[in-house]
């Protein structure tokens, strides 16, 4: 029997990734979804013969022949749409980031501790093949001298012009979307202050979006950093963040510029060996990811290459989320989890110079 599915938000994530996963798997069936734009609910449905469509999320939520909800809203919604979620006894597949404040999460977290369902943040990068075998080989951790995290990006609208068609409708309407502009500057501002400038604003929420999965895959590998050394960010798009490990900093940085790459990875260095996974966009279906292991004798080098894998971490996530339901398996990537990442965007942000 699959899982009747319903999604919230049917924006370029669901376009892009979502739902043609869904789509493409027998485990699961979109039995519904949701969206304030009338036009982008039309298309959507007709392109994937669903034959529920709903205008409020809370009227989708409510529906009893729904077994799991998708949250893919813009991150300002969250924390509202996950609380209804449990309300309704859902299984929860919530996009990173789960929400934009630790205020936010703190109420909801006791809750989450006894719900009989499924609560998964979908963290994709953490589910790749190469990113595993990174975790699975990594050396003891005071062996580790260095650690470097990137995201040097071009944003997706280059490749999403050049590979698949999203639908952007006009119709969504002009009160949705000055509220929502106006909850996410205010959200913003209690998570680093109230006098944050734009810039400092900006660079918190690409924190909460693309810095997301490096921080969590950070974690998971490494625990938590003992603090902060320094953060440094500019014009919002270019940040540099020092983290303290004791004997090792894990350095990150993340730029956003017009050159279409997308140089995203982990390398990790002990006195002998660098262990590299590499990431491609994800607005490029089926890209390879790919763990280079390079080991230095005092006599010869040599490289050793897992990979490419060419695996989607979209469907390798959307396995384990099936798993939690059907299997009754835990997330990884639970609320709790996700709480960590907030903590850290808070920290980073926070330690901005004026």
């Known amino acids: 029997m699959s899982i009747r599915v319903g999604l919230i938000g049917l924006g370029e994530v669901a376009q892009l990734m979502h739902l043609p996963l869904l789509a493409d798997d027998p485990r699961f069936r979109i039995a519904a979804v949701m969206d304030v734009s009338p036009s982008l609910l039309a298309h959507v449905a007709a392109r994937y013969g669903v034959g529920k469509t709903y ?5 989708l939520l409510g529906d009893p022949e729904i ?3 998708f949250i893919l809203t813009p991150d300002h919604l969250h924390a509202g749409l996950l609380s209804q979620a449990m ?10 980031p789960v929400c934009l404040t630790l205020a936010e999460l703190e109420p909801i977290l006791p809750r989450a501790a006894t719900y009989g369902k499924t609560l998964f943040v979908g963290y994709m990068r953490r589910f790749s093949r190469p990113f595993l075998e990174l975790k699975r080989r990594l050396p003891p951790a005071d062996e580790i001298i260095h650690v470097r995290i990137r995201d040097l990006i071009c944003e997706g609208p280059f490749f ?3 590979t698949r068609p999203v639908f952007y409708p006009t119709d969504v309407p002009r009160p949705i979307i000055e509220a929502g502009r ?4 205010r959200l913003l501002r209690s998570a680093i202050g109230e006098r944050s400038s734009a810039e400092q604003r900006r660079a918190y929420q690409v924190l909460t979006g693309l810095s997301s999965h490096s921080f969590s895959a950070m974690r998971e590998l490494f625990g938590m950093p003992q603090g902060l050394h320094a953060a440094v960010q500019h014009k919002g798009e270019r940040i540099v963040a020092l983290f303290d490990y004791g004997h090792f900093t894990a350095v990150y940085e993340a730029v956003i510029n017009n050159v279409a790459r997308f140089d995203a990875g982990i390398e990790v260095l002990t006195d002998r060996q660098q262990f590299r996974v590499t990431y ?6 089926n890209l390879p990811t790919q763990l280079t292991v390079t080991t230095s004798t005092d006599t010869d080098t040599h490289s050793e290459i897992v990979g490419p894998s060419y695996e989607d971490p979209f469907r390798i996530e959307l396995d384990a989320f099936h798993d ?3 299997g009754g398996a835990r997330p990884k990537t ?3 989890d996700a709480r960590q990442d907030l903590d850290l965007f808070a920290a980073v942000g926070r330690a901005f110079p004026a």
């Open 55 to 59: 205008a409020d999320a809370r009227a």
């Open 67 to 69: 077994d799991a909800v």
């Open 87 to 96: 309300d309704a006894g859902k299984h929860v597949f919530i996009e990173k």
């Open 160 to 162: 999403i012009r050049q």
């Open 182 to 185: 106006a909850e996410t500057d």
């Open 280 to 285: 491609d966009t994800p607005y490029v279906r």
């Open 324 to 326: 939690c339901i059907a």
């Open 334 to 336: 639970t609320l709790e």
